[in-house]
């Protein structure tokens, strides 16, 4: 199940989300950033580092 979504039509491909995880589980593929949800602890860094506000989870809330 995928919790996490990267909008593509937001997402600028800067990379800042990967640097920010503490479990390097985000990956910049060709277009679109990926997330290995199974390692992901649900820190929130990547949503609060994107400059964009591309990143969402379901989980999340400010
Ligand atoms: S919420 Fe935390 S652990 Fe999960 S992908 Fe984002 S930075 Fe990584
Ligand atoms: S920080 Fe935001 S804009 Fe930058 S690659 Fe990640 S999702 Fe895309």
Redesign the pocket.
Known sequence: MNM?NVDPAICNYCGA?VG????N??FLDETIVR?DEDK????????RACPVGAIS?DWWSE
Do not use: L
Request: hydrophobic share 45%.
């Open positions: 996490m989300c920010s995880c503490p479990v589980c985000m997330i992901c602890i649900k820190c929130g860094f990547c949503i989870a």
